[in-house]
């Protein structure tokens, strides 16, 4: 049996990485991927580890150094040795080979007794670096790979009440950025499962969960920004509205909550229009699920922008402005 080894801080794990782990694996029989962190470091190490047990083949051998050790060869005297050391704890067996795309892989095959075979010195197959996509993740977006899209994309959801634009606005904002829209679990939930009636705290929970599962996999396919059709902000008013009080888990939902990077809040001045699902026509209903969006966004906190204008047009005018500017 050949083995293999390489290391890196992938922070984060790109596809220049991924190239690397795949020519690797495919040059012994068995690959060790050694994952370097920090505390010091901007991107969270088990989060780095995680991405990237979920992007190299299920046969790569993951292992993961979350600790304090020097840097470059001027850190320590001993650096080479601590280094050794290091490889011996994490991989006690022979290494045939070390990988890797810096010209430090010599010296590290040298002193774990191995030969050094460098993939893509010179960025030329892929040319990305970690440091590059950290300061411009939008303008490298083909090499971050769908895991690690979530931590750079940038998420603004639509809220307000009925037929004030959020799905429209939230596809045709998505069509003017090439990207996805998330669509509003909900609105399927209802017309398809509730049918108008006969809702309960469990149903309000189901709609959370699946629309945030639903998001987490349309972000992964999107491109750098993501629009959002409603998110639990949203349902939590549905809630109340429908059973006639808040949720008693309504503090248990919002712990766990991710909320969008900004929020477009819709208001009621256009007109209603029946499209076969919708509740409330009235005018004080719909300032109520205004109201009551405006009141839980500040609540908690979170960002947003009130869209107005008695046009679909003048609304995606808005937005898009709005967004651009953001």
């Given at each position: ?6 290391l ?43 991405w ?28 080479w ?116 009636e ?109 869209v ?15 967004v651009?500017?953001?």
């Amino acid at each position: 049996m050949t083995r293999g080894f390489l290391l890196g801080k992938f922070m984060p794990v790109h596809q220049g990485h991924l190239f690397l782990c795949d020519v690797s694996a495919t040059l012994v029989d068995e690959l060790t991927v050694l994952v370097c962190t920090r505390d010091c470091e901007p991107i969270d190490g088990t989060l780095r580890l995680g991405w990237v047990r979920d992007s190299v083949r299920a046969n790569v051998r993951l292992r993961h150094l979350d600790r304090d050790v020097p840097q470059e060869p001027a850190d320590h005297p001993d650096f080479w040795r601590i280094w050794a050391d290091i490889v011996r704890e994490f991989h006690p067996e022979p290494i045939d080979t070390v990988f890797g795309s810096e010209d430090y892989v010599v010296r590290l095959a040298q002193v774990a007794g191995a030969a050094p075979f460098i993939v893509d010195l010179g960025r030329e197959a892929l040319p990305v670096s970690a440091t590059a996509i950290r300061d411009d993740p939008r303008g490298n977006w083909g090499y971050v790979p769908p895991v690690v899209r979530p931590y750079f994309q940038k998420r603004v959801c639509l809220l307000g009440p009925e037929s004030t634009g959020k799905s429209t606005g939230a596809t045709m904002l998505a069509q003017v950025h090439d990207t996805l829209s998330i669509p509003e679990y909900g609105r399927t939930y209802d017309a398809v499962i509730r049918i108008g009636e006969g809702w309960t705290e469990a149903d309000f929970v189901a709609i959370a969960r699946g629309h945030a599962g639903i998001r987490q996999e349309v972000c992964k396919r999107a491109g750098w920004i993501v629009f959002e059709d409603t998110d639990l902000i949203q349902t939590l008013v549905w809630a109340e509205y429908l059973l006639g009080a808040p949720l008693s888990c309504e503090a248990d939902l919002l712990a766990g909550f991710v909320p969008a990077d900004l929020y477009l809040l819709l208001s009621p001045d256009v007109a209603w229009i029946d499209d076969g699902t919708r509740y409330a026509p009235d005018a004080a209903t719909r300032s109520w699920f205004f109201e009551q969006c405006h009141a839980l966004l500040t609540r908690e906190g979170l960002p947003f922008e009130v869209v107005t204008g008695s046009s679909y047009d003048d609304r995606l005018r808005a937005m898009q402005g709005i967004v651009s500017s953001a």
